[in-house]
């Protein structure tokens, strides 16, 4: 079964491993009894299904979160359902993957105004006679 990441983006779930281990955090007794957390695994270096422009962002992103052989690994805990973190995970891996599709905008630089020139240095100029008037003898209270 394919999961849809974007209209041109799908990932196989056989790209997917899932390890179920025991979640920290509330859940009384159940903690202790109950495998509920997710640990989500994606090979995000050797899947087929990202485009070579995706994988590259997408491993920025992961951050640490990446291991040193490209897997990206997510844990879900929040839920006290091994289903909602499951879905809590994908959808995590999910927006990820959609957040690294964004291709970042370049800045072209640009010069300042004439007009914006103009303030800074009339504001240069105020401050300078403020800081002029401060601490002259016989101006203050400490003679």
Same mark, same amino acid.
């Given at each position: ?5 974007? &209209?041109? /983006? ?10 179920? /281990?025991?979640?920290?955090? &509330? =859940? ?14 994606? $090979? ?6 990202? &485009? $070579? ?18 897997? @990206? !690994? @997510? ?18 891996? /999910?927006?990820? /993957? +959609?957040?690294?599709?964004? !291709? ?7 010069? &300042? ?5 103009? +303030?800074?240095?009339?504001?240069? =100029? ?7 008037? +401060?601490?002259?003898?016989?101006? =203050?209270? $400490?003679?």
């Amino acid at each position: 079964m394919a999961i849809y990441v974007t &209209p041109r /983006i799908m990932l196989d779930e056989n790209e997917l491993e899932e390890t179920f /281990i025991r979640a920290s955090g &509330p =859940g009384g007794q159940n903690v202790n009894k109950v495998s509920s957390a997710v640990q989500l695994r994606f $090979d995000v270096r050797h899947s087929p299904s990202l &485009p $070579d422009a995706v994988r590259q962002r997408l491993l920025v992103l992961a951050g640490k979160r990446l291991t040193r052989d490209g897997v @990206l !690994v @997510l844990c879900a805990q929040t839920h006290r359902s091994q289903d909602l973190n499951r879905q809590e995970a994908l959808e995590r891996l /999910i927006a990820l /993957i +959609r957040q690294a599709c964004i !291709v970042p905008v370049s800045r072209h630089p640009t010069k &300042p105004t004439f007009a914006s020139r103009q +303030r800074r240095l009339s504001a240069k =100029g105020q401050r300078s006679v403020t800081k002029g008037l +401060r601490g002259r003898p016989g101006v =203050g209270g $400490d003679d």
